[in-house]
């Protein structure tokens, strides 16, 4: 696995590593250690502190302590053909495994049903993620090629994904962009965060649907894919996601943010028809706009 640096943070690079992989920092440092780790070709110490371009290789699957076992775990299947899955993914369901949630994931249930032979070991036919509390829209590659060109399609901006998101407090205006550089928090990697240190770029568009007593019905349009970014973006401007864990405001209950990938539309990556897809909220989400509309 190679990495690029992009932005010079100054970060000792067992810290970067950890972040950047989600790892433990006591794994990256075995790794360094064991020599597994190159720096522009070069063996380092733990302490060394990353810069822009350096390119950074790690020769280690990183997959060997996880034993990925196929579940019979329901999934809402949107779409099917021979290269792809849309899958409509409900919120509470982790996408693939990782510390703390080895079992009971979406490649898990994937697993089970189909032969995907695209992707790594722990992430295979994973393009991009939902967080675990987002519901909705979510594509899978089936295989190397799709696998391919989706990731490309995905990083120049040709796949159109929407959210719906109900937020705290009343938004104003009727459209908005948020132009903010996110990266790893410093104080909490658990979280991510508006920084310039270690932010890579990150742009949210968003549309007011419907304005309630004390929160906001909002369209968001992904044009950058960061991990949080909507939840981060959201807070940064002091509305976030309602029922946030993890940036709301106040304690949140059991099913987390209310976030929905509501529709993606692209063009078939072999065929190069357009496909596009919309679903429905859950009816946790649903249940919250009728009684914020009942409060009226």
């Known amino acids: 696995m190679k990495l690029e640096v992009e932005i010079e943070n100054k970060l000792r690079i067992d810290s970067y590593l950890s972040d950047e992989l989600d790892l433990s920092r006591s794994k990256i440092q075995k790794l360094i250690k064991d020599e597994l780790v190159l720096v522009n070709g070069k063996v380092i110490s733990s302490n060394y502190k990353v810069k822009t371009g350096d390119i950074i290789e790690v020769n280690d699957d990183l997959d060997y302590e996880i034993n990925v076992e196929p579940e019979d775990i329901p999934i809402d299947i949107v779409y099917e053909d021979d290269d792809l899955l849309v899958i409509n993914k409900e919120s509470g369901m982790v996408v693939h495994p990782a510390p703390g949630h080895y079992t009971g994931t979406l490649v898990n249930a994937l697993l089970y049903r189909f032969n995907l032979t695209s992707g790594d070991k722990i992430r295979p036919g994973i393009v991009h993620r939902l967080d675990k509390d987002t519901s909705g829209l ?4 089936k295989n190397d090629f799709t696998h391919e060109k989706l990731s490309e399609m995905i990083s120049k901006k040709e796949v159109d994904r929407h959210y719906l998101a109900i937020v705290d407090g009343v938004i104003t205006h009727d459209t908005g962009t948020i132009d903010a550089p996110i990266g790893r928090d410093l104080n909490n990697r658990q979280k991510m965060a508006v920084t310039d240190i270690n932010g890579k770029e990150s742009i949210t568009n968003f549309k007011v649907l419907e304005r309630f007593n004390n929160n906001t019905l909002l369209e968001c349009i992904l044009e950058t894919g960061r991990t949080h970014q909507i939840r981060v973006h959201l807070a940064y401007i002091n509305y976030p996601v309602n029922n946030d864990p993890l940036y709301g405001r106040g304690k949140a209950t059991p099913f987390g943010q209310m976030l929905h990938s509501k529709s993606i539309k692209f063009n078939h990556p072999r065929t190069g028809k ?11 989400f649903l249940e919250k706009l009728e009684s914020l509309r009942n409060e009226m």
């Open 138 to 141: 979510m594509l899978v590659a």
């Open 274 to 284: 357009e496909l596009s897809f919309e679903v429905e909220p859950p009816k946790e």
